[in-house]
């Protein structure tokens, strides 16, 4: 069936569209844990006129907060190309019940 095979084509691209992403994501996740601004980058006025420690706890914070999500890209992007290759898998396992001539079972009936 020349519409499933566009379908599967389509979704095995995509498929490695996501690994791709997951392979550019990696280093930059893995450059995140690395980031530090000392407190000096958040305050370079008088000493004791502005609390750069909180600011630079918030800085921390958000790093952290980065730092978690562009990991979790890297698995879930990962995730995303195992499910449409499994999907791909299933359509082609499961080609011959797709291809079943459906006015066979929904066509005009003479009888009972």
Same mark, same amino acid.
């Given at each position: 069936?020349?519409?499933l095979?566009?379908?599967?084509?389509?979704?095995?691209?995509?498929g490695?569209?996501?690994?791709h992403?997951?392979?550019?994501?990696?280093?930059? /996740?893995?450059?995140?844990?690395?980031?530090?601004?000392?407190?000096?980058?958040?305050?370079i006025?008088?000493?004791g006129?502005v609390?750069?420690?909180?600011?630079?706890?918030?800085?921390d914070?958000?790093?952290?907060?980065?730092a978690?999500?562009l990991?979790?890209a890297?698995?879930?992007?990962?995730q995303?190309?195992?499910a449409?290759?499994?999907?791909?898998?299933?359509?082609?396992?499961n080609?011959q019940?797709i291809e079943?001539?459906l006015?066979?079972?929904?066509? /005009?009936?003479?009888g009972?």
């Open positions: 069936m020349a519409d095979k566009f379908v599967t084509e389509s979704l095995r691209d995509e490695k569209k996501w690994v992403f997951a392979d550019k994501m990696n280093p930059v /996740a893995a450059k995140a844990d690395d980031l530090f601004l000392g407190v000096t980058a958040f305050w006025g008088e000493p006129m609390d750069a420690t909180i600011l630079q706890s918030s800085y914070d958000f790093q952290k907060f980065m978690s999500a990991k979790a890297v698995v879930e992007f990962g995303i190309a195992g449409l290759n499994r999907i791909v898998n299933a359509y082609e396992k080609d019940i079943l001539d006015n066979q079972i929904y066509g /005009a009936r003479t009972p």
